[in-house]
């Protein structure tokens, strides 16, 4: 596998314990999401380095997630129905800032002067954005909050067969580590707060402004 990892417990004390913060593996170049799919829609992306093939619909919103532990409580550890095989898509991480530049949330904020212009920017958008609990390896939810990103559209087709870099099937990592949860020896992909560089994107998709001694290294 390409991904880097760390022992859990020395990365959780340097991630932030609240707020709203995009965690993913990344670096100049790409960004890992994770997303999680029946075996025979896994096997063809694995296979073909891009999604597609009978069971793959790009008529329906696919949601991905930079988070492991956030895919992980999703999916129950690869063991919820449909959710087996766990992938880890490494994007171009230009691919990936375009997403959240054209990401509304799924709920009204500040960041929209009304609803009515919160609803305009819904129906024109292809990119649904949810912020929701973090979880502990144990399922636990957490003060901190994940994002995931809902595509569809244009930018499904991009996401699903243009801005791939690569993609792996980390299931058997994953089996591992859930045996090895509440243990010193649980490893997670090495993760790290991604900056956001846009003022204004960061502001409509409402990330947290990090304290300087939360700041990554």
């Given at each position: 596998m390409t991904l880097r990892f760390e022992p859990h417990a020395e990365q959780e004390p340097r991630w932030p314990p609240s707020?709203?913060?995009?965690?993913?593996?990344y670096d100049d170049e790409s960004v890992v999401v994770y997303q999680a799919y029946r075996p025979e829609t896994a096997?063809?992306?694995?296979?073909?380095?891009?999604f597609g093939g009978p069971t793959f619909s790009f008529g329906r919103m696919?949601?991905?997630?930079?988070?492991?532990?956030?895919?992980m409580f999703r999916s129950g550890w690869g063991t919820k129905e449909g959710q087996e095989v766990t992938l880890?898509?490494?994007?171009?991480?230009?691919?990936?800032?375009?997403?959240l530049a054209a990401a509304v949330p799924s709920s009204p904020t500040d960041a929209f002067p009304d609803s009515s212009a919160w609803k305009a920017a819904v129906r024109g958008s292809e990119v649904?954005?949810?912020?929701?609990?973090?979880?502990?390896p144990h399922g636990r939810p957490l003060v901190r909050r994940a994002i995931q990103l809902g595509l569809r559209g244009e930018m499904l087709r991009r996401y699903a067969t243009e801005w791939?870099?690569?993609?792996?099937?980390?299931?058997?990592?994953?089996a591992e580590q859930?045996?090895?949860?509440?243990?010193?020896?649980?490893?997670?992909?090495f993760e790290q707060v991604y900056p956001i560089v846009d003022p204004e994107v960061a502001r409509?998709?409402?990330?947290?402004?990090?304290?300087s001694d939360d700041r990554n290294g």
């Open positions: 707020g709203r913060h995009v965690l993913a593996q096997r063809f992306a694995v296979e073909h380095q891009r696919s949601w991905v997630k930079p988070n492991f532990l956030w895919m880890a898509v490494r994007l171009r991480r230009s691919g990936f800032d375009a997403i649904r954005l949810q912020w929701d609990p973090d979880h502990d791939i870099v690569g993609v792996e099937n980390v299931s058997a990592f994953v859930r045996s090895l949860r509440g243990t010193a020896a649980l490893s997670t992909p409509r998709v409402q990330v947290t402004p990090l304290a």
